[in-house]
């Protein structure tokens, strides 16, 4: 089978481990960049259009289709969602549509979809002025939450506890986001939906990470990961646990708002990676993104759901249902986060073999080289690689985990 993969703007080579996933299917993959480097990829199995405007990208797949007839096309990046589905919809191959893509990017939109169809979220408001954002920080009540509609990776997404940090916050967060990659990295030509920030009323309780299905008119989850970092002002998004710790009548509620809000973007046949947190004792949808999750929560999903999100992903690339179920833990618990260091310009990188070489860890992925500039709140929201191990129980899992990634350690530029 042939499959076609796109990144609108390349992402260093962030996703170089997920393609070599999927031709570990045994599917012949081939690589269309609007941007990026001629060397990323083999170069018969490699196009780089120079140019991230839509139509041109279209036109290169349409030719490209032509001589290696693919059977579908696929993304693994939250900028290029719009532009795959815009893509598959020219060539006539599997896609979940351009306004179900639009929905599932763009927070405001996708907002607005569930508010029609009853699912239970947060107050929102769009905001693109100070004092509408003050207007909201008031109506809702602080600790209220400002962030992105176009965003990703919890880049200027803020907890604001006061008039006077919204009006901080909101300053740097309108001004960052102009040059956030992200939004930068959008195919041209397409219609994002409104681009500006949202103010949000605070939910109160822990939050829930699904990998998930949807095909036809049901929806699988796949996975379900405990997210627990103890928060801050800023959403780094950086220690996982899995399996939940939620019992199974808490499952069965989470997966009915799951399967509301998917059909609310109109996710009829699409990997997700969705995003649900409580309140008041009940689960509130966050987002549903049209994509795998970030890190190793796939390799989490495998390991403590028995679920392949990246061969989910091919099946339904290709207009195939996936081999699925609903979740049934495994048994098996892992732990994972993201690494994060300072701000800088990243000099070296040492991961002793002692982390490399352990058998406890299944995840770990450097991702940023000697040069990359590390940003951090309130620039940006930056890390500089994953990690995950498994153990007996949450607390040795955890334990593991804590104790290897405080032996990698990271050099910056003086």
């Not at 490209?64 to 919809?89: K, L, P, Q």
């Not at 070489?357 to 500089?384: C, Q, Y």
Request: overall charge negative.
């Amino acid at each position: 089978m042939k499959l076609l993969t796109i990144e609108t703007r390349q992402y260093l080579n962030y996703y170089h481990s997920r393609y070599q996933q999927v031709q570990a299917f045994g599917v012949d993959l081939y690589v269309m960049n609007g941007e990026g480097t001629t060397d990323f990829w083999p170069a018969d199995h490699y196009r780089l259009v120079g140019s991230k405007k839509i139509d041109e990208m279209i036109e290169c797949a349409r030719r490209w289709h032509a001589t290696e007839r693919f059977d579908g096309v696929i993304t693994f990046s939250e900028a290029a969602v719009i532009a795959v589905a815009s893509v598959a919809e020219a060539l006539g191959l599997p896609g979940i549509g351009v306004d179900a893509a639009r929905n599932s990017r763009n927070k405001y939109l996708m907002r607005q979809a569930y508010q029609r169809h009853g699912v239970p979220i947060p107050a929102f408001r769009y905001v693109t002025e100070l004092d509408e954002a003050l207007a909201a920080g008031q109506e809702f009540g602080y600790p209220a939450i400002l962030k992105p509609t176009l965003g990703a990776g919890s880049h200027f997404v803020y907890r604001v506890d006061s008039p006077a940090e919204m009006e901080l916050r909101f300053n740097q967060a309108i001004v960052g986001i102009q040059n956030m990659f992200w939004l930068g990295a959008e195919a041209d030509g397409v219609d994002l939906g409104p681009s500006g920030l949202l103010v949000e009323s605070f939910l109160d309780g822990r939050e829930y990470l699904m990998e998930a299905l949807a095909w036809d008119d049901e929806v699988y989850l796949g996975s379900v990961v405990d997210r627990i970092t103890v928060e801050g002002k800023n959403f780094d998004d950086d220690v996982h646990h899995a399996p939940t710790s939620l019992p199974p009548a808490e499952v069965a509620r989470v997966h009915e708002v799951v399967t509301a809000a998917a059909h609310a973007q109109g996710l009829r046949r699409s990997a997700m990676h969705a995003e649900v947190r409580y309140h008041h004792g009940a689960p509130h949808v966050l987002e549903i993104a049209a994509r795998v999750g970030g890190g190793g929560l796939d390799m989490t999903a495998r390991i403590t759901g028995g679920y392949d999100p990246i061969r989910a992903v091919v099946d339904v690339g290709r207009g195939v249902r996936p081999t699925v179920e609903h979740y049934r833990p495994t048994g098996t618990h892992a732990a994972s986060m993201c690494l994060i260091c300072d701000g800088g310009t990243v000099a070296h990188i040492e991961v002793p073999a002692e982390v490399s070489e352990s058998d406890k860890v299944f995840l770990l992925k450097v991702t940023a080289r000697p040069g990359d500039v590390i940003l951090r709140p309130p620039d940006g929201n930056t890390i500089f690689g994953f990690l995950g191990t498994t153990g007996t129980s949450m607390r040795d899992a955890l334990d593991t985990m804590t104790d290897l990634a405080a032996k990698i350690e990271v050099t910056l530029e003086d």
